[in-house]
């Protein structure tokens, strides 16, 4: 959603670079461009205003005058101040000392409140809670049967005593209000800790929406009241806010459909004008797609300086920790990388959700934009058909796989030979890094990432090429001597090298033994490496 926005700002900061000294002029100038960014992303023009008199008033004091790199300095301050309009510190739901904790939902039709709700509930169940889900939105047809869906799939419960309406004809006969404090006594029956109140939304605010919203929260003891709103909708985002914040006082904003191609400038405004936090976003239809919000984070990736906490947090929750296990067997006993391993590498990174959405989250991520756009994550199914249609030998020795065999495994995975070609190059690259990295030389540089190693050779990505190969440096000659006699001396000694070396390789003892005493266990090889000796 800030692509827009973060191409415009990197541009900024780019004519920084390499400038010992900023001048006034210099600073305006980028005050400028930053102030024009924002606007062009539909941030709010107070929230504009503040942002740019904020970062111009550190900028022109001793703060950069006296920093090393003033070019750093002003992308430091610019990060603090993004942080501070976003909401300064991480807020998550405050529970009540006495379950359940009530939260109710409320905002405009189609910002994706019902949608939320199934989302939250799953984030909550995931920490160890027991949620509830009430339907009271009986205004919008089959709103309660998609409650439903959505609490199906997140495996929570969902009372529903009154069905709604089905079409836009109809009028409902049921009283939301008597709804949700029967959904509360029903959570208390139940022993649920937490409920969350899906209550109705319209397509503009008015008096009736939230004098209905305000009698539910009033019945109910809401302990959190969120606002949910659409990040595509722009300036106008404000407004609703403002609207919102004096009907039902929410306690915390959730942001939808970050996912979008919007300028997304209601997540910079939002916060800013209410004073309410930014608590949750949701970046996808996946119930999966929901995340806690985090404005230094945010902030990070606006600046394109990547996001890797998040990255590691969605490593913990969804990596399997027996097969990291053992992988780092496999690296301590240096055996081989094999297709299994490639195989199962991969999976689990499909775990994580979208490869699109985690090679954002990577540090200088936007200066790979074209790469990150022609990514096809169906590409990672047909590397799986292509790896299960192998042989079990062919997966863990994949040199034997020539021409016939490889045709045979594109023809069993519906796939052209091509593409079994390029799989088994980038294999190649990956066997080459993991071999490296378990000896101890950290991990190569591969071509094709366009600043991130080892992208070229990741499926949907294009295909990478071979790793380049730097040439060694040969060795000067060594000048005759001038004197004739020293001449004959040192042509004698290069000679007796050469004599002693080829000795040495015929009868096998620079193995330490010789070639008819050989055997594979006397040669102290890596784990697993005996079978190319057979």
């Known amino acids: 959603m800030f692509n827009s926005l973060s191409d415009r700002l990197s541009a900024t900061f780019k004519n920084l ?55 750093q300095q002003i992308v430091k301050i610019v990060n603090e101040e993004l942080v501070g309009i976003l909401g300064g510190q991480t807020r998550e739901l405050a529970f009540a000392k006495n379950p359940p904790t009530v939260i109710m939902l409320a905002g405009l039709q189609g910002a994706g409140k019902t949608t939320l709700a199934g989302k939250l509930a799953h984030h909550l169940k995931n920490q160890g809670h027991t949620p509830m889900l009430v339907a009271c939105d009986l205004q919008r047809p089959n709103a309660v049967t998609q ?5 199906k799939r997140a495996g929570v419960p969902v009372y529903a005593p009154h069905p709604g309406v089905s ?35 319209r397509l503009g605010v008015d008096a009736e929406l939230m004098r209905q919203a305000a009698d539910i929260k009033a019945a109910v003891g809401a302990h959190e009241t969120l606002f949910v709103i659409d990040a595509m909708i722009g300036q106008d985002a404000v407004t609703t806010a403002q609207a919102f914040n004096e009907g039902v006082n929410f306690t915390g904003v959730v942001l939808t459909k970050l996912d979008g191609d919007a300028r997304g400038g209601a997540a910079l405004s939002v916060a800013s004008v209410t004073g309410k936090p930014v608590m949750y976003a949701s970046t996808g239809e996946g119930l999966k797609d929901f995340e806690v919000f985090h404005p230094d984070r945010m902030a990070r990736r606006i600046l394109d300086m990547g996001d890797i906490l998040s990255l590691v947090e969605q490593a913990e929750a969804n990596w399997d920790r027996g097969e990291a296990e053992k992988m780092a067997r496999k690296f301590a006993d240096q055996e081989d990388f094999t297709l299994d391993d490639f195989l199962g590498q991969m999976q689990q990174l499909k775990k994580m959700g979208s490869m699109k959405k985690l090679l954002g989250m990577m540090p200088g991520a936007q200066g790979m934009r074209q790469q990150l756009d022609q990514f096809d994550e169906s590409s990672i199914g047909r590397v799986e058909a292509i790896i299960y249609s192998m042989t079990p030998y062919e997966r863990n020795v994949p040199k034997v796989i020539n021409g016939s065999r490889r045709a045979r495994i594109a023809k069993g995975s519906g796939v052209h030979v091509s593409e079994v070609n390029q799989l088994l190059e980038r294999f190649t690259q990956a066997q080459k890094m993991m071999k490296k990295m378990a000896g101890g030389g950290g991990m190569p540089s591969m071509p094709g990432g366009g600043g ?82 057979r």
Not at 147 to 151: D, I, P, R, S
Request: zero cysteines; proline letters at 6%; hydrophobic letters at 35%.
């Open 17 to 71: 670079r390499g400038k010992g000294r900023l001048s006034e002029a210099d600073i305006d100038g980028t005050a400028r461009e930053i102030r024009r960014a924002l606007l062009d992303a539909d941030v709010a023009v107070p929230v504009v205003r503040e942002f740019i008199a904020k970062v111009k008033a550190r900028a022109l004091g001793s703060e950069v005058a006296q920093a090393l790199n003033p070019g």
């Open 147 to 151: 409650l439903q869906v959505g609490g």
């Open 167 to 201: 079409s836009e004809f109809e009028s409902t006969t049921g009283d939301p209000v008597k709804v949700a404090t029967d959904g509360l006594a029903e959570a208390r029956s139940k022993l649920h800790d937490v409920i969350i109140i899906d209550t109705a939304g």
């Open 452 to 533: 991130m190693p080892g992208m070229g050779g990741m499926p949907g990505m294009g295909a990478g090429g071979g790793a380049s190969k730097k040439r060694k440096p040969q060795p000067k000659p060594k000048k005759k001597s001038g004197n004739p006699a020293k001449a004959a001396q040192e042509a004698r000694e290069a000679e007796l090298k050469r004599t002693q070396g080829a000795a040495k390789r015929m009868d096998g003892s620079s193995f330490g033994a010789g070639t008819k005493d050989l055997k594979p266990e006397d040669l102290n090889l890596p784990k697993g490496f005996e079978k190319y000796l």
